[in-house]
């Protein structure tokens, strides 16, 4: 029988599909002599915890229950294989006696007790190195805190098009690699609001990393990126997560990313590339309307164009596995932007081999005619 992280694991699945997570709260302060940051969950009664400190950043955990006076009590548990039962090893009361301030009890294995007090994580004053990126996407304060002394080493450059270049980004305590954008003013490339975009999404990936591994051995996390589209509007890129957090059975995941550069926003397909008639219409990705683009404007053109610059793929013969010849292929894919053209994914919703339709690229050439006047993919 493995240790309680399974049943605090389990316990975080039941409370994320049947119950509203009310608040969290995100504190700091001292135990004894132990710096720590602790991130408590109210569910109901119910609550978990998880705490690092700044010897170890590797996530603890805690479950536990919320009195009718607020008080909170949480405590961790090993299984001892020789006992043949479940060890409480910490237990903490806790209780916030005026607003902002929280006292309590850390009760250990041994049985001695540390009276401590917290208060709110305050990112304010951090002193982060990162504090513009934090502020503006959102990154949480037990994420600002445990990567407060981050200090990122600098890695090679790549040229992904004429004049635009990425730098690789390492955090050398995980060994979590990123990238940022190089601006480049002779053609017109200012990347600093992305690269605070870029920096945000390194720092939560640095928090997922000690999140899902336990105790800093058991389970697993890491990230691949590849660049495939840069110019001085927008980028694109793809990340293969693979984790396999406290050592649960391990999960991949790729995703496309596509973000203006002036603003670190994700635009949506229709801001792009538009197949309607004009006016184009302010869309919600969705809604009735854009459904019914995606229906009977969006699907059948793109199948058009594919047939005509693919005909040895979409032909009957060849597609009766993966009905590439169907409008419904079509209708929504997943796409990024690659130095080559617009790369769309069908979803065949028949077969999930058929997915990964590699040679599915439009040439920008092909798309003049129904791309945004604000946009040249073509220079």
């Known amino acids: 029988m493995k240790n309680t992280i399974i049943g605090i694991l389990f316990f975080l699945c039941v409370h994320n599909i049947y119950a509203h997570r009310e608040k969290t709260y995100y504190l700091q302060g001292k135990v004894g002599e132990t710096e720590l940051a602790i991130k408590i969950d109210e569910y109901g009664n119910d609550c978990v915890a998880s705490y690092f400190t700044q010897n170890d950043l590797y996530n603890h955990l805690l479950e536990g229950v919320i009195l009718e006076n607020g008080q909170i009590n949480l405590i961790s548990k090993y299984w001892d294989p020789v006992k043949k039962q479940n060890i409480t090893k910490d237990s903490v009361q806790l209780i916030e006696k005026e607003k902002n301030v929280w006292t309590g009890t850390w009760t250990y294995e041994n049985k001695e007790k540390i009276a401590f007090s917290l208060k709110p994580i305050d990112i304010e004053k ?3 190195p990162y504090f513009e990126a934090i502020k503006k996407y959102e990154v949480d304060p037990f994420t600002a805190y445990r990567t407060k002394d981050v200090k990122f080493k600098k890695g090679k450059k790549q040229k992904i098009s004429k004049g635009a270049c990425i730098r690789k980004m390492t955090d050398p305590v995980t060994g979590i690699s990123f990238f940022r954008i190089i601006n480049s003013r002779k053609y017109k490339i200012q990347a600093d609001s992305i690269n605070n975009k870029l920096i945000a999404n390194h720092l939560k990936m640095i928090n997922t990393k000690y999140s899902c591994v336990y105790l800093g051995s058991n389970g697993e996390y890491s990230i691949d990126y590849e660049v495939t589209f840069l110019n001085q509007d927008f980028i694109s890129f793809t990340t293969n997560t693979n984790r396999s957090c406290f050592g649960i059975k391990g999960s991949n995941a790729t995703e496309y990313h596509t973000f203006k550069l002036i ?26 309307k854009w459904m019914q ?19 040895e793929k979409i032909n009957p ?10 409008v419904k292929a079509w209708q929504f ?15 065949t919703l028949t077969n999930k081999k058929c997915d990964d339709t590699y040679w599915s690229i439009i040439p920008f050439e092909n798309l003049k005619s129904f791309t945004n006047p604000n946009y040249n993919f073509t220079k």
């Open 317 to 326: 013969t060849e597609a009766i596995k993966c009905n590439y010849n169907s």
């Open 333 to 347: 894919p997943i796409w990024k932007l690659t130095t080559k053209g617009l790369y769309l994914e069908s979803k």
């Open 126 to 128: 951090l002193n982060h």
């Open 293 to 311: 683009y995606r229906y009977k404007v969006f699907g059948p053109k793109i199948l058009e164009i594919l047939t005509s610059l693919y005909p």
């Open 263 to 288: 603003d670190g926003i994700a635009p949506k397909l229709e801001d792009l590339f538009w197949f309607g008639e004009q006016p184009q219409p302010q869309l919600s990705s969705g809604e009735y």
